[in-house]
């Protein structure tokens, strides 16, 4: 028998590409290779690449140049290492990663990851292999289910791709150029999937797309569901006890979705609506399609279904032509919704991008004084919304120990780190826990005697 070959896969950026990852560590597994945390003693490194932030092609670049010192120092024991560079920078360098780093022995962009066992033998016997394609075959129907302890092993939180692509051409954004049009997964495949998570211990899905409430896939009938028909069908899986959902687009909020907050309690009450700037001038220069008002009205319509929802977004500071009045409508945005949370950046050009060639580009400096502005604002309602958690009780479900002996941590609804006392055995458990104090990143709690105890999760404010 001839020993396991060890794979260790470093994932960049979104969960799509956490999920790709373990599709491509499942894919593998039947080959013999079994997942080592450790580059140093791995026989095929994948780096499963994020084109999102800036000078991210750099980054993998940088990566692999200590790679590449690990492989020549294999290759002085006697021992291969191949190197795999996956992923959205994959698709959009191409060939010039072989170029640049002649040690790299296979490119796969994401829609042909499900061929790795073929083209790892390719490359192996032909040199360096580049495969960008958006091949024919679908490579969900090619890719093979996670073995048990694979599923175990990542934990009771999963991630399950319901949708890829994007059609929406926001000018700044390079999704849909390297991930390619909008494609949903039929429903009886996602809710196998989830079945077979939900057997192995699985208690929480997050179906990911990369505009994931564009979700139209096909039904058991043959017709398109929508993401909110999708979630009602999958929240009947025994076993799962939590559902979400990312990345969401505000005119895709339609509404079997909302409907679905008003009538899943397991559809948690936290939801992630990018709305990048709170200027309708902006709004339109980035294409984003809608206006300030639309998504207020969206905002206003998921509270009205479910009073406890709370809402995390994405802004953009800077874009080119961006003056003070449409930063100011970006705050003026952020004080009407109140965010529990947000992600922020400064704007920056990416190659082949509408908004990289727009006249009117923003300085640094004012695109640094404008996004410390932001944080500090965002800062203050995410203490003020975590501040309003203490002395609630919520329902944690637990992912891992904690950081010392006897601590458990969980996530909350709101997908806060809950840290408790509580044995391990809780592992897996949701429990009713009272929010004793905070922290800037966590809620300390502790457990309540009863389930029956947990108060409905509103967080008024
Ligand atoms: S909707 Fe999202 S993924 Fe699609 S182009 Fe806009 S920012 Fe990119």
Redesign the pocket.
Known sequence: MTAPRKLYVKSFGCQMNVYDSHRMADMLAPEGFVETASADEADLVILNTCHIREKAADKVYSELGRIRVLKQAAAREGRRVTIAVAGCVAQAEGDEIIRRAPAVDLVVGPQSYHRLPDLLARAEREGAVVDTEFPVENKFDVLKPPAREAIRARGVSAFVTVQEG?????T?????YT?GAEASRPVTRIVAEVEHLADAGVREVTLIG??VNAYHGEGPGGRPWTLGRLLERVAEVPGIARLRYT?S?PCDMEESLIAAHRDLPSLMPYLHL?V?SGSDRILAA???RHTRTDYLNTIAAMRAARPAIAFSS?FIVGFPGEREEDFRATLSLIDEVGYAGAFSFKYSPRPGTPAADMPEQIPDEVKSERLRRLQAVIERQQAAFNARCRGRRFEVLFEKPGRHPGQIVGRSPYLQPVQVTGPSTMLGDLATVTITDISANSLFGALAQTRSEAEPMLVEG
Request: proline share 10%.
């Open positions: 994007c059609d929406k051409f926001c700044f954004c390079v999704v849909p991930r990369q505009n990345t687009h990018p990048q980035m294409n984003r994405d």
